[in-house]
């Protein structure tokens, strides 16, 4: 006890060393800055040099041994577990997401600060302690020896692939957009020089450089995160305490919003919108003769242009529209069903920051009332069963520290959290009062730059040449990224955030990769496939499939499928439906059997993927499946799909589970232990 004793000192002098020597850095790229450095210079030095750092602590911790590989050969002390813990959860969605749902839905983005916080009381008091008890390396090992049998873990394994694929796509994804923008590389681009950074930290030393990086990005992200807020609450309050005081900016706000959405250029555009909306609903409902007439349209206007000696300029923009129209109906449907929805979208009345539960009727505000609890339902057990965050409770010496590691990853997440809200009104107080209502002639350099990344859009739609509300669109990945410059603070304030979410998203993306690696290797090829294998054939087929899958999902990432959090909401419904019902009925009902655990799992996760899809999607052009949408059960939405998984697998478990023999004498005896450690069975 006196050696960790010893070790968690000696790693707090390391990591406090480390913290300065960070800071210093920003300070010196400040000086720099202030003598001219170029802000590319400054975010080549941000991304190479955080990148450098990541990979030399990775090589500095390779190993070779099994269990340091899978589990840091369960040494990692509770303060740094919970660090590492909470780097692995601030993911590109809670660092760069979050703040920018909470811009653009106000109260209603309140569902993933208590989803996502209150997840972790779950993993407290129902799962971590006991899934340590267990000692097992995966959640698919666990599912293997307390269902026994190789089904279970099987249907594990593709529920850990599933889900932590489509979370580590959205992290790839936030790697893409940092380094097109910071570093000016093309996307598709950026994302394979991102997934370098990623991959040379788990693919050398596992579990054990893993934890040692995510501690190390962790300073990084936290720092990164409140020092541009904090510098926002200076300059609109005098005092640099955003969470405390972000309710006086929010007062302004409000009043801001009352004056903009009543401006008569306001509702001009948003008319126009609504119009543009009704018009492209016509063009639909008239498929295919609508699309035959828009072709014509285009080609008379091109020819008109050409023989009245216009501008090639004009010219070239409708031989581009024209080359660009769909090629047949069903492609003209989906696509103008698509355009139709964001035009409507920009013509509805907006909500102010502060409405909880937004509608123009009762019966809109109860809805929005179901999806927010819905939401907060599916997030919630989605936390407590994601599988690379469970993943790190099996790293801590002991039961104990394993409940004291959730304790301390909580209070890490909570910094985050606890700022992004005053993160949004700052943002929402900039834009607003600096950007809205000025010549379009003369918008800030930022909505240009990040035009180009395709996360602002502006359109001049009544011809006033002024901009308004309605005419500029923000993705809300795009908020914390770009506040630094809707601000005008120094550039190395935008390098040190670019920073800060690089480290959120190769600190998630190599847990994510580990934790499938770990169960296609672990649980597929040593434990069913080959039993007798040796460690280091282990270890090769763990990084040969870690390598494949980061390709795969950077080559994913590069079709840029969704927003960052729609994705992450995605993965939270599929692990929540596939893993919190077998998880929580294996540690806390010894008659779950094997037949209700493989049939809960198959049966709440499919319906969720189900769901999933058909209220998201209308079609999948690149399946050639086209008109497969249905309207959503009860009005939710599909971010909380697991909604009906979830409640799908309990029911499952306990019926199957009652109709089919009970598991062995031995198994539930095990299950008695592992809860009353105490007792002698």
Not at 71 to 94: E, K, L, Q
Not at 123 to 134: H, I, K
Not at 142 to 167: D, Q
């Amino acid at each position: 006890m006196r050696d960790v004793f010893d070790v968690s000192i000696r790693l707090r002098r390391y990591f406090t060393l480390y913290t300065g020597v960070f800071v210093a850095l920003v300070l010196v790229l400040g000086v720099l800055e202030h003598f001219g450095l170029p802000p590319r210079w400054i975010g080549y030095s941000f991304l190479f040099l955080t990148i450098i750092l990541y990979a030399t602590i990775g090589v500095l911790a390779r190993t070779a041994n099994v269990s340091e590989y899978y589990v840091a050969g369960r040494r990692i002390p509770a303060i740094f577990n919970g660090m590492a813990t909470g780097a692995d959860w601030m993911s590109a969605a809670s660092f760069m997401g979050l703040a920018g749902t909470l811009y653009l839905s106000g109260y209603q983005g309140l569902a993933y600060v208590m989803g996502w916080t209150g997840g972790y009381v779950l993993v407290a008091l129902l799962l971590a302690p006991y899934l340590r008890r267990f000692g097992q390396y995966t959640i698919p090992d666990f599912l293997g020896e307390r269902y026994g049998g190789n089904a279970a873990r099987l249907v594990g394994v593709a529920a850990v692939v599933l889900a932590s694929f489509v979370y580590v796509v959205a992290q790839i994804y936030g790697v893409g957009l940092i380094t097109s923008r910071f570093v000016g590389l093309q996307f598709e681009v950026g994302v394979f020089v991102g997934l370098a950074g990623i991959l040379v930290c788990s693919f050398l030393g596992g579990m054990r450089a893993v934890t040692w990086t995510q501690v190390a990005q962790y300073v990084i992200l936290i720092v990164a995160y409140i020092v541009p807020v904090a510098m926002l609450s200076y300059k609109a309050t005098g005092l640099p305490l955003p969470q405390f005081v972000y309710g006086e900016v929010l007062a302004k706000v409000e009043v801001l919003e009352t004056r903009l959405f009543d401006d008569p250029a306001e509702l001009e555009a948003r008319r126009l919108y609504r119009e543009r909306a009704d018009a492209i609903y016509e063009r639909i409902l008239n498929l295919p003769d609508s699309l035959h007439e828009e072709r014509q349209r285009l080609s008379q206007k091109i020819n008109e242009l050409k023989n009245g000696d216009a501008r090639m300029r004009d010219i070239v923009v409708y031989e581009r529209q024209r080359r660009e129209l769909p090629q047949n109906a069903d492609e003209a449907r989906d696509r103008w069903d698509s355009a139709m929805h964001v035009a409507a979208e920009r013509g509805a009345t907006p909500t102010h920051h502060s409405t909880a539960y937004p509608g123009n009727d009762e019966s809109e505000r109860n809805l929005a009332r179901v999806n927010f609890l819905a939401l907060v339902f599916c997030l919630m057990l989605g936390t407590a069963a994601l599988p690379h965050v469970l993943m790190r409770y099996y790293t801590t010496p002991t039961v104990r520290e394993a409940r004291n590691s959730v304790f301390w990853s909580l209070f890490f997440i909570l910094l985050l959290y606890f700022t992004a809200p005053a993160y949004a009104v700052f943002a929402k107080f900039e834009i607003y009062s600096g950007v809205i209502g000025s010549s379009i002639a003369e918008l800030p350099a930022w909505i240009a730059a990040w035009s180009k990344v395709g996360l602002v859009a502006i359109e001049d739609i009544n011809g006033d040449g002024l901009l308004q509300l309605a005419e500029l669109t923000l993705n809300p990945d795009v908020i914390v990224l770009a506040t630094p410059e809707i601000a005008g603070l120094p550039y190395v304030i935008s390098g040190l955030v670019a920073a800060g979410a690089l480290a959120a998203a190769l600190s998630t993306a190599d847990g994510l990769l580990l934790t499938i690696a770990g169960a296609l290797s672990h649980d597929v090829y040593y434990k069913i496939y080959r039993p007798q294998a040796s460690t280091q054939w282990r270890l090769l087929v763990s990084k040969t499939l870690l390598l494949v899958v980061a390709v795969l999902g950077a080559t994913v990432a590069a079709q840029k499928p969704a927003s960052i959090l729609f994705m992450v909401s995605w993965a939270f419904s599929i692990a929540a439906a596939a893993f919190f019902p077998a998880l929580v009925c294996g540690i806390f009902w010894k008659r779950a059997n094997r037949a209700g655990a493989v049939s809960g799992m198959l049966v709440g996760m499919l319906l969720t993927i189900y769901y999933l899809v058909r209220v998201q999607f209308d079609s999948i052009p690149w399946l050639g499946i086209h008109g497969i949408g249905m309207a959503p059960w009860f009005g939710i939405q599909s971010v909380s799909a697991g909604v009906w998984g979830v409640a799908a697998g309990f029911v499952t478990i306990v019926v199957v589970s009652l109709l089919t023999p009970p598991p062995a004498r031995s198994i539930q005896e095990f299950v008695e232990q592992v809860r009353y450690p105490q007792m002698r069975v």
